[in-house]
């Protein structure tokens, strides 16, 4: 069974750095593109930041400058750097993966993990 597994999440001081990892568990084809999105209660699920698997990057403009994201295709795994935080960037983050475990891409989304940022 394919999975996406986060990990990385915590609790941080606003201006403080986290690093979230995403890495794609069981037997899969191929990878398309990959990355994180962000949800707060009640709210809708946005993206964050997304990388194809030729390594273009697209990210919401309230993070750039400030996010990075990655991939290492070797590991099936893909990396959110997160630096200069804010408080409003506290929300469950999920992991994204548009994967092909035989023939065909579909969707697949991480547990999420929780990222707060205290002021």
């Known amino acids: 069974q394919v999975q996406l597994v986060e990990s990385g999440g915590g609790l941080v001081q606003a201006g403080g750095s986290l690093r979230l990892s995403c890495a794609v568990s069981g037997s899969i084809r191929s990878i398309n593109a990959m990355g994180w999105y962000r949800q707060a209660p009640g709210k809708q699920r946005e993206l964050v930041a997304l990388?194809?698997?030729?390594?273009?990057?697209n990210y919401a403009d309230s993070v750039k400058g400030r996010f990075t994201i990655s991939r290492d295709n070797a590991k099936n795994t893909v990396y959110l750097q997160m630096n200069s935080l804010k408080p409003e960037d506290t929300d469950v983050y999920y992991c994204?993966?548009?994967?092909?475990?035989?023939?065909?891409?579909?969707?697949?989304w991480g547990q999420g993990t929780q990222v707060t940022v205290s002021s």
């Open positions: 994204y993966g548009e994967l092909a475990v035989v023939f065909t891409f579909r969707d697949y």
């Open positions: 990388i194809t698997s030729a390594g273009n990057t």
